[in-house]
């Protein structure tokens, strides 16, 4: 089932529940391009899509961190998910702000595409030669329209260690 509009606001983390399974209690996964990839969030960790926020760059940071976003008043990450998943950056316009643990974090997309429920068969494991670089941020492989996705792993998917060091220059609330 694909949706053309974008999800809103998810009001709490018990909502996400309802949420989280779709068509047949299929998972729904929020579908957007980030450089030449398409990539799938668990909708379950989506707080919400907005157009491109101001982005202010912050020294030392991973080459995959952009910079930072006022978002709701807060100080946000802003990740580059093209340099996060390949090599290619991406042409942000969108923000999409996930759940990663108990921070947020915004996924700098070109595009969100909707909200699609995938069955957990239709996900294949990564190849032996990407598990030990890409298995901290993407969780599966599959196939959509006959064209690769890559599931994300929202939970690891920036180091901690990058995260504690923008906190502990104050970057983060």
């Given at each position: 089932?694909?949706?053309?509009?974008?999800?809103?606001?998810?009001?709490?983390?018990?909502?996400?529940?309802?949420?989280?399974?779709?068509?047949a209690?299929?998972?729904?996964?929020?579908?957007?391009?980030?450089?030449?990839?398409?990539?799938a969030?668990?909708?379950?960790?989506?707080?919400?899509?907005?157009?491109l926020?101001?982005?202010?760059?912050?020294?030392?940071?991973?080459?995959?961190?952009?910079?930072?976003?006022?978002?709701?008043?807060?100080?946000?990450?802003?990740?580059?998910?093209?340099?996060?998943?390949?090599?290619?950056?991406?042409?942000?316009?969108?923000?999409?702000?996930?759940?990663?643990?108990?921070?947020t974090v915004?996924?700098a997309?070109?595009?969100?595409?909707?909200?699609?429920?995938?069955?957990?068969?239709?996900?294949?494991?990564?190849p032996?030669?990407?598990?030990?670089g890409?298995?901290?941020?993407?969780?599966?492989?599959?196939?959509?329209?006959?064209?690769?996705?890559?599931?994300?792993?929202?939970?690891?998917i920036?180091?901690?260690?990058?995260?504690?060091?923008?906190?502990?220059?104050?970057?983060l609330?």
């Amino acid at each position: 089932m694909m949706r053309s509009e974008a999800i809103a606001t998810v009001a709490a983390p018990e909502g996400a529940e309802a949420l989280a399974a779709g068509d047949a209690g299929r998972p729904l996964w929020l579908l957007c391009r980030a450089g030449a990839h398409r990539c799938a969030i668990p909708i379950a960790d989506v707080i919400e899509t907005m157009r491109l926020l101001p982005i202010e760059a912050v020294s030392g940071a991973p080459p995959y961190v952009r910079g930072l976003a006022i978002i709701r008043g807060a100080p946000v990450p802003v990740i580059d998910t093209g340099l996060l998943v390949g090599e290619q950056a991406t042409r942000c316009t969108r923000l999409v702000t996930i759940r990663t643990g108990t921070r947020t974090v915004a996924l700098a997309a070109e595009a969100v595409e909707g909200v699609s429920a995938i069955a957990p068969d239709k996900l294949g494991q990564l190849p032996p030669l990407l598990r030990a670089g890409a298995s901290e941020t993407i969780e599966a492989i599959g196939m959509l329209d006959a064209e690769l996705i890559l599931f994300l792993r929202t939970a690891r998917i920036v180091p901690d260690e990058a995260l504690d060091r923008l906190e502990f220059a104050g970057a983060l609330s």
